[in-house]
């Protein structure tokens, strides 16, 4: 292991052991691997589902972990997981995207100056008729629990989501990355965050997600006529039931359509109630189990 090179991504995955072997001379000696390609960890069979990729992460995220302690951020795109074991110098990454998971080293300022640039110029597009490309973030979710290594002493900016379109689109690929990545990095912890507008002000719209209850969507309705004329427009908007004043709609085991179901009812419920532009929107009380630090960028709206 010791004498391994490595060129790039046409050589075969590492099985897990030696996948986290690596990790660990990555994370205790990283001079020698400094500027050398990733190394695949992993191959996602094509067209799996989210749960697929999920079991199949979980392998070599358990045995990494296993070897080397919990990481300094855990967190994942819209491509695949994000997870950092990082201090002042160093910064090993377990990252994937749609087709592998792949384990690598890098200079920690000059890596994250980059992904500062990133989100300064990536990750929307700078008008609603050009495409939507958040699917470049380097992350769209991370979590700081303080664990081992250094946390960054700033977190970059990330730009603002031109049209509801766009952040309907953020909203599902970061809810999908939730799916697939959260239960492998936080176990049964459940996350959540809710939306309001500056249209609707005193308003929530809540969205959680936890591997035993499954991705969860309500809407405070506490102020509208328990009437069968008002269920059945909510019911058309996609609402499942109505409990003390919330509306709401569950996915007990949530894959990509369940996802692009919960981006669209909420962006739906958000217009029918007056909400134009994606600046009248904010994220509020964004959490992992009330532990640490939630951030999440992919949503493309102000927290």
């Known amino acids: ?23 660990l001379m ?29 079991e199949a992460f979980r392998v070599v995220y358990d045995a990494i972990v296993g070897r080397i302690g919990e990481p300094t951020l855990y967190g994942g795109s819209a491509e ?27 200079g920690t300022d000059a890596f994250e100056s980059e992904e500062r640039r990133t989100f300064e110029w990536g990750g929307d597009a700078w008008s609603a008729d050009e495409p939507h490309d958040v699917g470049f973030l380097p992350y769209a979710w991370q979590l700081d629990r303080s664990g081992p290594g250094e946390r960054p002493t700033e977190r970059p900016g990330c730009r603002q989501a031109s049209s509801l379109e766009h952040f309907e689109n953020g909203l599902e690929l970061l809810l999908a990355a939730w799916v697939e990545q959260l239960p492998v990095q936080v176990g049964e912890d459940w996350a959540s965050f809710s939306v309001t ?19 969860h969507v309500s809407v405070d309705d506490r102020d509208g006529e328990d009437t ?7 019911r058309s908007r996609g609402w499942h039931s109505r409990d003390r004043g919330w509306w709401q709609a569950d996915f007990s085991r949530p894959e990509r359509d369940d996802v692009a179901e919960v981006a669209r009812l909420t962006v ?35 927290h």
């Not at 500027?35 to 999920?54: D, I, K, T």
């Open 1 to 23: 292991m010791a004498d391994m090179e490595y060129t790039g991504t046409n050589q075969p995955n590492l099985t897990p052991g030696d996948a986290a072997e690596f990790a």
């Open 26 to 54: 990555l994370h205790d000696a990283p001079d020698a691997h400094f500027g050398r390609h990733p190394v695949p960890v992993l191959a996602y069979e094509p067209g799996a589902s989210l749960s697929g990729r999920r």
């Open 80 to 106: 695949g997981p994000n997870v950092r074991w990082r201090d002042g110098s160093r910064l090993v990454m377990l990252a994937g995207d749609r087709h592998r998971a792949q384990l690598s080293v890098h």
């Open 197 to 215: 507008s500056a249209a609707d002000r005193g308003r929530q719209l809540l969205i959680s997600f936890a591997l035993a209850d499954g991705l």
């Open 228 to 234: 069968p004329e008002r269920e059945l427009l909510m």
């Open 268 to 302: 739906t419920e958000l217009r029918a109630r007056g909400t134009k532009e994606p600046e009248e929107l904010r994220a509020r009380d964004a959490s992992c189990k009330d532990r640490g630090e939630l951030w999440l960028p992919g949503l493309g709206i102000r």
